[in-house]
């Protein structure tokens, strides 16, 4: 199994049965480019987790235990860049060079 990346795990929290519209705009990508994600998801991961049809897409078993499990996460990841809004206005460096970067 290929790990995913984060942008194609948010993509995918982000549907909702039926508003694939609606994500890909919440997404700011195209609807092709948001169905083409979660089908490159689904490969990497090996696991099918939207049925499609013609005129409905659904959650699979797989894609419900998925979300069930990425919510959390990615509430929490929403909650830690939260706090970071403290340290705005503060010093900013490029990567790497912090003092204790520069005495190694």
Do not use: I, N, Y
Request: aromatic share 2%.
């Amino acid at each position: 199994m290929h790990k995913p990346e984060l942008r194609e795990l948010v993509a995918f929290a982000e549907w909702q049965a039926a508003q694939l519209t609606r994500a890909a705009a919440a997404a700011r990508r195209s609807l092709p480019s948001l169905s083409q994600c979660l089908r490159g998801l689904e490969e990497k991961l090996g696991v099918r987790l939207l049925t499609r049809t013609t005129r409905s897409v659904s959650l699979t078993e797989g894609g419900r235990s998925l979300l069930a499990d990425l919510d959390p996460v990615l509430q929490g990841l929403d909650t830690a860049l939260d706090a970071l809004t403290s340290f705005r206005g503060g010093p900013v460096g490029a990567c790497g060079s912090s003092p204790r970067a520069r005495r190694r």
